[in-house]
């Protein structure tokens, strides 16, 4: 959670806000943090990962959505939009929401500097009290690495993970029952060498 605005406000001033802020902005115990900005990384990986899961959902029941759409966790009130998240099935919005969604089965975060160790540890322990998620995948815009988190069958609390490093991999999203390409899912995302000036590219 970034940039705390206020110390306490109600669900409904937050609501409000939201309603008429250009920005994003998480709610969590009364407080409300503003979201960081993507860079164009974080904005080549998340359109390219929306493009895979629209191709691979094609015809099934399961959606995927974007970061405009607000996901509320049921039991510790967090209010937050992740990069992306796919459902399957009806959808369970909040009660009188037609913009948030309570029962996400797939939550994709693309990591920043800035809320890298956010992710991957508070806002997961937040992410784990949904009772609707098996898989939560991390994916970092700053190298090719991606993990993704898998909810152990018949044992809720506890959570797996296998880590994709190479280009070459396809990453797999057991709960969805499908692969992606780590190159698709890098397609055009630059990364600096650390010796010279010139980029390189995941073609």
């Avoid at 369970?92 to 920043?112: F, H, K, M, Q, Y």
């Amino acid at each position: 959670m970034l940039n705390r605005a206020q110390p306490i406000h109600t669900l409904q001033e937050y609501l409000a806000l939201e309603e008429q802020s250009e920005d994003k902005h998480e709610y969590y115990q009364g407080q409300i943090f503003l979201m960081a900005g993507g860079s164009v990384n974080h904005n080549r990986i998340s359109f390219n990962l929306a493009g895979l899961l629209y191709q691979k959902l094609a015809g099934s029941t399961c959606e995927a959505f974007s970061s405009d759409m607000r996901l509320l966790v049921k039991a510790n009130g967090l209010y937050t939009y992740p990069d992306l998240m796919v459902v399957c099935g009806s959808l369970d919005l909040a009660p009188g929401r037609t913009d948030t969604v309570t029962n996400p089965l797939v939550i994709i975060e693309v990591l920043s500097e800035s809320t890298a160790e956010y992710d991957r540890t508070d806002k997961f322990e937040l992410y784990k009290e949904l009772e609707s998620l098996e898989n939560y995948i991390l994916v970092d815009q700053h190298r090719s690495y991606i993990q993704c988190f898998r909810r152990v069958k018949d044992e809720p609390k506890l959570w797996a993970v296998e880590s994709y490093r190479h280009l070459e991999e396809n990453l797999r999203i057991p709960a969805l029952d499908l692969e992606l390409s780590l190159k698709e899912i890098y397609h055009r995302v630059e990364w600096p060498q650390a010796d010279t000036t010139h980029p390189t590219t995941a073609e």
